[in-house]
C-alpha cells in the first residue's frame, strides 16, 4: 500500500477588495497545487451566506497554515488587512504556528513595514506589475509557495491536520 500523502495545507488569502483581479489571477496560478493536493485555499469570498464574516474570518486566520499577503499601495491603506489581518498574521509568524509569505503585485512602500523582514516574492522583489509577462511572475510567486509547502509538508508527521 502506498504511503498516505500528506493533507493539504491551509492557505490564508488576506487582499484588498480592490484588488480582486490580481488576487483572482494568483487563484488561477495555484490551480496546480490544488489540484495535487497539497494547498487548499480560503479567501473571504468562501464565506457563506448568513455567517458572522468577521468571525469567520479570524477564525481561517487563525488556523491557516501559510498566510498569503497581497500587498498593494490599497493593501497598505486598508484599516481591516494591514491593522488585524496582517498584524495577526505576523503574531503567528512570531510564535511559528504560520508561514507567511508576502506578495509585492504592485509597487508600494512596503520596506518599512513588519512584514519586511520576511523574504518576499517575486523574486528580488519585483511588483508582478511590473513584469513584462505577469505569468512568468505569477509563475515565480507558485514555485516560492510550492516549496514551501513542500517544506512545510516535511516538517508535518503524516495525517496530522494543524
Same mark, same amino acid.
Given at each position: ?8 495545507? $491551509? ?15 494568483? !487563484? ?8 495535487? &493536493? ?11 451566506? &448568513? $455567517? ?10 487563525? *488556523?491557516?497554515?501559510?498566510?498569503? =499577503?497581497?500587498? $498593494?499601495?490599497?493593501?497598505?491603506? *486598508?484599516?481591516? %488587512? ?13 510564535? &511559528?504556528?504560520?508561514? !507567511?509569505?508576502?506578495?509585492? =503585485?504592485?509597487? %508600494? ?8 523582514? =520576511?523574504? !518576499? ?7 508582478? $506589475? ?11 510567486? +507558485? ?5 514551501? +509547502? ?7 508527521? =503524516? &495525517?496530522?491536520?494543524?
Amino acid at each position: 500500500m502506498p504511503p498516505a500523502a500528506p493533507a493539504p495545507l $491551509t492557505l490564508f488569502l488576506s487582499y484588498s477588495h480592490k484588488d480582486e483581479a490580481l488576487k483572482d489571477e494568483l !487563484v488561477v496560478h495555484l490551480a496546480s497545487l490544488k489540484r495535487q &493536493g497539497k494547498i487548499q485555499a480560503w479567501q473571504d469570498r468562501d464565506i457563506e451566506a &448568513g $455567517t458572522e464574516w468577521d468571525a469567520e474570518i479570524k477564525q481561517q486566520l487563525e *488556523s491557516a497554515e501559510i498566510i498569503l =499577503l497581497l500587498v $498593494t499601495p490599497r493593501f497598505i491603506a *486598508s484599516d481591516y %488587512c494591514y491593522d488585524l489581518e496582517m498584524q495577526q498574521a505576523m503574531q503567528r509568524h512570531e510564535a &511559528g504556528s504560520a508561514r !507567511v509569505i508576502p506578495i509585492i =503585485l504592485k509597487p %508600494c512602500d512596503w520596506q518599512h513595514s513588519p512584514f519586511s523582514k =520576511l523574504q !518576499v516574492v517575486p523574486k528580488d522583489a519585483k511588483p508582478v $506589475t511590473q513584469w513584462s509577462d505577469p505569468d512568468a511572475a505569477f509563475l515565480n510567486v +507558485v514555485q516560492s509557495i510550492r516549496r514551501a +509547502v513542500d517544506s512545510l509538508q516535511a516538517k508535518k508527521p =503524516l &495525517g496530522e491536520n494543524a
